[in-house]
T-cell receptor, first 114, second 111 residues
Framework: EAQVTQNPRYLITVTGKKLTVTCSQNMNHEYMSWYRQDPGLGLRQIYYSMNVEVTDKGDVPEGYKVSRKEKRNFPLILESPSPNQTSLYFC?????????????FGPGTRLTVL | GENVEQHPSTLSVQEGDSAVIKCTYSDSASNYFPWYKQELGKRPQLIIDIRSNVGEKKDQRIAVTLNKTAKHFSLHITETQPEDSAVYFCAARGSSYKLIFGSGTRLLVRP
C-alpha cells in the first residue's frame, strides 16, 4: 500500500531533551516536507527536500533540523525542544517537487513539550 | 511573500444546503490549487484540485472555481451531508514550488 508513515504518533517530552520524528514514504517520491499545524494558523511548512541531500528552509524552520540521506526517509530533529514547539506535525511527499502533483500526508505526530 | 487567505474560519449549514469556502492568493505565478479535507484526528486528504488553465472543475457534489484575474478560488459543496463535517484547507502552489495553505475552515453540517 502506497503511504507516508510517521513515528511516533504521540510524544510527550521535556524541554531540552533531543528528539527525532521519523518519516518514511514508499512511493519513490522526490519531494518531502514537514509541516506543523496549530489552531487558527493552518499548515505551516518547516523544512522541505526536493531530493536526496537537498534540503531547504520553509516558513518556520527555527528550532528544527532535517536530513535526507535516503530518498524514502526524511526525519525531523528537535535538538532542544521548547514548549512553543508543542504542535501537531505532518510529514508529506509528492512525486516531483517542480510539478503540480498530489501531495500525500502522513498520519501526524502530536508532540507535547513540557 | 506568498500568502493564502481563507474565509470563513467556521461555517455551519443545514444538511442539504450548499457550502462555499473562499480563498485568495498573493502570488500571481500560482498555477495549482488543491483543496484538502481533514476529519477530526486524521491527516489532510486531497478532495479536488484545479490548475490555472481551467476555470472550473466538478466532482459529484464538489466543485472548485478559479478566477485568475482576481486571484481568487472557491470550493462549493452541494447537498451537504453530516459526513462533510470537517476542516477544509485551500492551498496554492506558486513560483517557489511549495504549497501555501490557508488557515482552514471548520464546516459543521447540522442534521
Amino acid at each position: 500500500e502506497a503511504q507516508v508513515t510517521q513515528n511516533p504518533r504521540y510524544l510527550i517530552t521535556v524541554t531540552g531533551k533531543k528528539l527525532t520524528v521519523t518519516c518514511s514514504q514508499n512511493m519513490n517520491h522526490e519531494y518531502m516536507s514537514w509541516y506543523r499545524q496549530d489552531p487558527g494558523l493552518g499548515l505551516r511548512q518547516i523544512y522541505y527536500s526536493m531530493n536526496v541531500e537537498v534540503t531547504d528552509k520553509g516558513d518556520v524552520p527555527e528550532g528544527y533540523k532535517v536530513s535526507r540521506k535516503e530518498k524514502r526517509n526524511f526525519p525531523l530533529i528537535l535538538e532542544s525542544p521548547s514548549p512553543n514547539q508543542t504542535s501537531l506535525y505532518f510529514c508529506a511527499s509528492r512525486s516531483d517537487g517542480t510539478k503540480a502533483n498530489e501531495q500525500f500526508f502522513g498520519p501526524g505526530t502530536r508532540l507535547t513539550v513540557l | 511573500g506568498e500568502n493564502v487567505e481563507q474565509h470563513p474560519s467556521t461555517l455551519s449549514v443545514q444538511e442539504g444546503d450548499s457550502a462555499v469556502i473562499k480563498c485568495t492568493y498573493s502570488d500571481s505565478a500560482s498555477n495549482y490549487f488543491p483543496w484538502y479535507k481533514q476529519e477530526l484526528g486524521k491527516r489532510p486528504q486531497l478532495i479536488i484540485d484545479i490548475r490555472s488553465n481551467v476555470g472550473e472543475k466538478k466532482d459529484q457534489r464538489i466543485a472548485v472555481t478559479l478566477n485568475k484575474t482576481a486571484k481568487h478560488f472557491s470550493l462549493h459543496i452541494t447537498e451537504t451531508q453530516p459526513e462533510d463535517s470537517a476542516v477544509y484547507f485551500c492551498a496554492a502552489r506558486g513560483s517557489s514550488y511549495k504549497l501555501i495553505f490557508g488557515s482552514g475552515t471548520r464546516l459543521l453540517v447540522r442534521p
